[in-house]
């Protein structure tokens, strides 16, 4: 099967300016996550959407950051206007459903951002 | 949420066998134990996960106490493309979380 595909592979943008990256997740995945992985650290969950609900947005900055998933398959992170802390890199990932335990994730390769 | 604790770093050799424990001191009944892998430019796969005693997959072992306060992922054999971070998740479905994990470097 596809894995996750994610766009773009990298991109580099100045600080206030706005950056989106796209995420396609498994056919069938109605579960999908976006995660931010800051060098050294493990991913950090920002969004996880059921369908094109969003289930758990508690550690998004709001005030930056706005993702969806329109019609409940592909989604858009959007980060506007970026900080330099913002530099990152961004995992999206898929699940079957929120069941882990018996369907776990698959997660793309991630967009690495660098904000100058 | 479970608090995980794992060493940040460890070192091998080509064809010994790495063990790496995970403490999770507070987990609750209803959590399970996950270990993804994650290399250098890639996203976080699945490796095994388990809920109590051992399991073994063609990748691992995981070996899971009685108290289930810690666990141990078992990498037999391991060679150089075993270079990674390892993590330990515990929790429920969607309420698992990502540490630090532990860079294994295998060395020739």
């Known amino acids: 099967e596809a894995g996750v595909a994610q766009s773009p592979r990298y991109k580099i943008i100045e600080k206030r300016q706005s950056v989106a990256f796209w995420c396609n997740p498994i056919s069938g995945h109605a579960t999908l996550y976006w995660y931010q992985q800051i060098l050294g650290q493990g991913p950090k969950l920002l969004i996880q959407?059921?369908?094109?609900?969003?289930?758990?947005d508690s550690q998004l900055p709001k005030d930056r950051f706005s993702a969806e998933r329109l019609k409940g398959v592909d989604s858009t992170l959007k980060i506007q206007p970026a900080k330099l802390e913002d530099s990152a890199v961004y995992l999206c990932?898929?699940?079957?459903?929120?069941?882990?335990?018996?369907?776990?994730?698959?997660f793309g390769s991630g967009t690495r951002l660098t904000v100058v | 949420l479970a608090k995980t604790t794992q060493p940040i770093s460890m070192d091998s050799y080509e064809g010994q066998e790495v063990n790496i424990t995970c403490s999770h001191n507070n987990i609750a009944t209803n959590d399970y134990i996950t270990w993804y892998q994650q290399f250098p430019s890639q996203g976080p796969r699945f490796i095994i996960q388990?809920?109590?005693t051992k399991v073994t997959n063609e990748v691992a072992s995981l070996f899971i106490p009685a108290d289930r306060k810690s666990s141990t992922l078992s990498l037999p054999r391991v060679s150089l493309s075993d270079t990674a971070v390892y993590y330990c998740l515990v929790g429920e479905n969607n309420d698992m979380r990502f540490g630090a994990g532990t860079r294994l470097t295998v060395k020739p």
């Open positions: 388990g809920y109590k």
């Open positions: 959407f059921q369908n094109n609900g969003v289930v758990d």
């Open positions: 990932a898929s699940s079957f459903s929120r069941d882990l335990f018996n369907y776990g994730y698959t």
